[in-house]
T-cell receptor, first 109, second 113 residues
Framework: GQSLEQPSEVTAVEGAIVQINCTYQ??????LSWYQQHDGGAPTFLSY????GLEETGRFSSFLSRSDSYGYLLLQELQMKDSASYFC??????????FGKGTSLLVTP | NAGVTQTPKFQVLKTGQSMTLQCAQD?????MSWYRQDPGMGLRLIHY???????DQGEVPNGYNVSRSTTEDFPLRLLSAAPSQTSVYFC????????????FGQGTRLTVV
């Protein structure tokens, strides 16, 4: 089967850096994606890692270690608008994209 | 360019009724999928399609049917609605499955009473 584990909640201060971890167990693993979802909204794509290493997109970075079945999303210079849920999602050889249960990030002043 | 359009946005059904949730995309995307989202459960894959005429089951397919007769449309049918199917349903599409930037519709909030 496919499973992804991530923390349910994280709290951080405006301007700080926060890391959201994701571990996965997925047969035929292709890559790991991250999505952001604000309350009442639709998920939106943030990043995708197919290879080991760090991918940087502005204030957001994502990391993957295939040997450890582990990835993380790093958010820098946190802003209040970053308060949202963040999901990791694993793509596997069955061509299905399976999501974790999500991490609720609260950014405080 | 409308992206991914889901209709309706809200729906209330009685137990045992059937209905179809509509999903259309105008981006010529090969890959389309349906998810349901319940509190604390994340997004769970119901069915997906890698192209017209091809569909497959996800994690939670029971009680749902899909078909993909055109590239643009991917309707989700509830055969006999149950209260356990109360959820928010999202349709998503991507250009290719290897391109995992999935674009989501705005969701359908379904309540089964």
């Amino acid at each position: 089967g496919q499973s992804l584990e991530q923390p349910s909640e994280v709290t951080a201060v405006e301007g700080a850096i926060v890391q959201i971890n994701c571990t996965y167990q997925t047969s035929g693993f292709y890559g790991l994606s991250w999505y952001q979802q604000h309350d009442g909204g639709a998920p939106t794509f943030l990043s995708y890692n197919a290879l080991d290493g760090l991918e940087e997109t502005g204030r957001f970075s994502s990391f993957l270690s295939r040997s450890d079945s582990y990835g993380y999303l790093l958010l820098q210079e946190l802003q209040m608008k970053d308060s949202a849920s963040y999901f990791c999602a694993a793509l596997h050889s069955g061509y299905a994209l399976n999501f974790g249960k999500g991490t609720s990030l609260l950014v405080t002043p | 360019n409308a992206g991914v359009t889901q209709t309706p946005k809200f729906q209330v059904l009685k137990t045992g009724q059937s209905m179809t949730l509509q999903c259309a995309q105008d981006m010529n995307h090969e890959y389309m999928s349906w998810y349901r989202q319940d509190p604390g459960m994340g997004l769970r894959l119901i069915h997906y399609s890698v192209g017209a005429g091809i569909t497959d089951q996800g994690e939670v397919p029971n009680g749902y049917n899909v078909s993909r007769s055109t590239t643009e449309d991917f309707p989700l049918r509830l055969l006999s609605a149950a209260p356990s199917q109360t959820s928010v349903y999202f349709c998503a599409s991507s250009y290719r499955i290897e391109n995992t930037e999935a674009f989501f519709g705005q969701g359908t909030r379904l309540t089964v009473v």
